[in-house]
């Protein structure tokens, strides 16, 4: 049962930050329990974001800038903000004595009144593809889960949704994010761990926030390794080790995509995505799912339904006849992985564009970058660093991604820098030619797909 609780039905709900992926999934789900909901945002009139809003305004979400005067014109009962925003926004100047609530913790209230079961998914990769896996499964076996997620999935889409919620039945799935510490506030059915890498916070730091976000739920399913954060729970299951309560082996590629022996090729899984993280989100789907109380024989089918998500190992087109594919990696191993995709389906030279997703998440995982580049670039790959993204709010604008370019390069890293995005078109020009695959990698900036897919050969 969550601490937290919205005000009565048909109140008025305000999400400063209506926007952000993860902030407009939760916005259409407390919308669809019948509440009058509203937002603003300081990307408004964006082209990239223009079919989000349009498609919420087709929901009854109403749409303002963020400058204060949304507030003052919906007169909510609650605002809703992420912690992006700062104290001086003008949502908070403009009714400073509306209460406010994190995003967090309007989820979790919002997930205990639907009295939906409930299976939130954490770790620092994969959660929004095994969110999106675990409910595109449950509707391929006839079920229809809620899905409150950070990325869009094209199954859901349609001319009043983007894709990032569905709406449904007897289970809600949605991802817990460990960035800003709110993935504790949390208490599901089912708490799902996938993994813990360099991205936002120290690993001392990252045990404590998961063991408790699994100690919150009546079932933890974990990877085997950070099996140790749930040892005293009375409900486990493990994934991902020979010792686990699931295993696979042989993991392999085909034309449709990743394969695998489940539990000592007790089964065999075909899926519809590509790399060996695939196959490790496969397990976990399998593993969340059969802890729900699903048989393998009803599970494993349906699998192969999940058609993907947005930005995603997502092909965007072909420049030069050479594939481009816009990814969300943002972090370490994100980024390995996709790269090591890449190296799993082209022979040839792989040409990665990074765009990092803010200054302080790039000076703390640029040690960590570095070393999983050693480890999955090969000779001829090329890894170019695009300025970092500056969202606003404050920031020391320190490292540029000059400076860790420039230590990469002494290092021996075949590296490169532009130093604007603009230059990427002209770059492509003369170097496409010589890779087999290029990959847009990074977050947050909810212009890149519209960047990305420009880039490409008859874009207009």
Not at 365 to 378: F, I, K, P, T, Y
Not at 439 to 455: H, Q, T, Y
């Amino acid at each position: 049962m969550s601490q937290f609780s919205l005000p009565k039905k048909g109140s008025k709900i305000f999400f400063a930050g209506l926007g952000g992926i993860g902030m407009s999934a939760l916005a259409q789900f407390i919308n669809s329990l019948g509440y009058q909901v509203a937002g603003s945002d300081r990307d408004i009139s964006s082209p990239s974001q223009a079919d989000l809003f349009a498609k919420l305004a087709k929901q009854g979400i109403q749409h303002f800038v963020q400058d204060g005067s949304g507030v003052k014109a919906f007169a909510p009962d609650l605002i809703v903000f992420s912690s992006a925003l700062e104290d001086d926004n003008p949502d908070f100047l403009a009714a400073p004595q509306t209460s406010r609530m994190h995003r967090s913790q309007a989820m979790a209230a919002a997930v205990d009144q639907s009295g939906l079961k409930a299976i939130a998914v954490a770790g620092s990769c994969g959660k929004t593809s095994v969110t999106a896996w675990i409910a595109a499964t449950m509707r391929a076996m006839g079920k229809a889960p809620v899905m409150i997620n950070g990325g869009y999935s094209p199954d859901l889409e349609s001319v009043s949704y983007p894709g990032n919620f569905g709406e449904g039945a007897d289970y809600v799935i949605f991802e817990a994010d460990e960035s800003d510490g709110s993935l504790v506030n949390f208490t599901p059915e089912i708490s799902l761990l996938l993994n813990m890498g360099d991205d936002h916070h120290s690993k001392d730091k990252l045990e404590v926030m998961f063991k408790t976000f699994l100690e919150n739920a009546s079932h933890a399913v974990v990877n085997y390794d950070l099996a140790y954060l749930a040892e005293d729970h009375a409900s486990k299951n493990t994934f991902l080790s020979n010792q686990a309560d699931f295993s696979l082996s042989k993991v392999e590629h085909n034309q449709q995509g990743v394969t695998f022996c489940l539990n000592e090729e007790q089964s065999f899984v075909q899926t519809s995505q590509w790399g060996v993280h695939s196959a490790d989100n496969a397990l976990a789907v399998i593993a969340s799912l059969a802890t729900c109380g699903f048989s393998l024989e009803e599970i494993i089918p349906a699998m192969a339904a999940f058609c993907g998500v947005r930005r995603r190992f997502e092909l965007k087109g072909r420049i030069q006849n050479v594939p481009l594919y816009d990814d969300y990696a943002h972090n370490p191993q994100k980024i390995a992985a996709c790269i090591a995709a890449a190296q799993e389906i082209y022979t040839g030279p792989v040409l990665v564009f990074f765009q990092p997703h803010g200054y302080g998440p790039l000076g703390f995982m640029a040690e960590a970058l570095q070393r999983e580049l050693e480890g999955v670039l090969n000779s001829q790959d090329k890894f170019v660093f695009l300025p970092v993204f500056y969202a606003g709010g404050t920031t020391s604008f320190k490292p540029t991604s000059k400076e860790v370019c420039e230590s990469y390069a002494k290092a021996g890293l075949r590296v490169d820098e532009l130093e604007h995005r603009d230059m990427c078109q002209n770059y492509l020009e003369e170097e496409a030619k010589h890779y087999s695959c290029i990959l847009i990698v990074g977050a947050r900036d909810p212009s890149i797909p519209l960047w990305s897919l420009s880039l490409t050969d008859g874009a207009s």
